[in-house]
Nanobody, 124 residues
């Protein structure tokens, strides 16, 4: 599966962005999906994830209530709606496809396929 993230950009604090991640391959709907981000000089960190059905979602504490992850299996696309953005949300955002078996959907090792990243910059 190949993943292509888009939707990043420059936005002022308090603004919104919607990231999209389109996947190739017919097995997209069978897998959990996630978003991670990496700020300059920092490790990649978990942002949000959802199960293959979309029924269960998981969020980092820092984004809960501001970000919403969703998926459209018919379009092979996962979204990340980001509202009330803060300068600390700045980073390269990656979408990822989970492995067949995983224990913790917040763990980077649960994901085996990664997109190239889209840059989000939030100015103060």
């Amino acid at each position: 599966v190949q993943l292509q993230a888009s939707g990043g950009g420059l936005v002022q604090a308090g603004g919104s962005l919607r990231l999209s991640c389109a996947a190739s391959g017919s097995t997209f709907s069978n897998f959990a999906l996630g978003w991670f981000r990496q700020a300059p000089g920092k490790e990649r960190e978990f942002v949000a994830a959802l199960t293959w059905s979309g029924r269960n979602t998981y969020y980092a504490h820092s984004v809960k209530g501001r970000f919403t992850i969703s998926r459209d299996n018919a379009k092979n696309t996962v979204y990340l709606q980001m509202n009330s953005l803060k300068p600390e949300d700045t980073g390269l955002y990656y979408c990822a496809l989970a492995r067949v078996s995983y224990s913790n959907p917040r763990d980077v090792t649960a994901f085996g396929s990664w997109g190239q990243g889209t840059l989000v910059t939030v100015s103060s």
